[in-house]
């Protein structure tokens, strides 16, 4: 069994910053792509930021020059730093890998959310 366990979630000011951290273990061979989306009241989940395994970034026209994904392929970990936050930051926010496992080949795999509330 593989999954992703998220933290760092809670409650800011706007103009704060927040760091979430998310870890993938279990029966794991390789990671390929891992990302942030957040799904706020209402809305559907998007994308917010993703990196690959060599690094490359993609970022949401949203967030950009704010937050900043970075991984630890030793630790099979995803961070976000999130800067400059905005009450339109509000949502839960979902870790994902593609994860090539031992017993059940590539699978997308998704974190329990963590809640980022962000008061004006």
């Known amino acids: 069994q593989v999954q992703l366990v998220e933290s760092g979630g809670g409650l800011v000011q706007a103009g704060g910053s927040l760091r979430l951290s998310c870890a993938a273990s279990?029966?794991?061979?390789?990671?390929?792509?891992m990302g942030w989306y957040r799904q706020a009241p209402e809305k559907q989940r998007e994308l917010v930021a993703s990196?690959?395994?060599?690094?490359?970034?993609n970022y949401a026209d949203s967030v950009k020059g704010r937050f900043t994904i970075s991984r630890d392929n030793a630790k099979n970990a995803v961070y976000l730093q999130m800067n400059s936050l905005k009450p339109e930051d509000t949502a839960v926010y979902y870790c994902?890998?593609?994860?090539?496992?031992?017993?059940?080949?590539?699978?997308?795999?998704w974190g329990q959310g963590t809640l980022v509330t962000v008061s004006s």
């Open positions: 994902n890998a593609d994860i090539r496992t031992v017993w059940s080949g590539y699978l997308e795999v």
């Open positions: 279990g029966s794991i061979l390789s990671i390929n792509a």
């Open positions: 990196i690959t395994s060599g690094g490359r970034t």
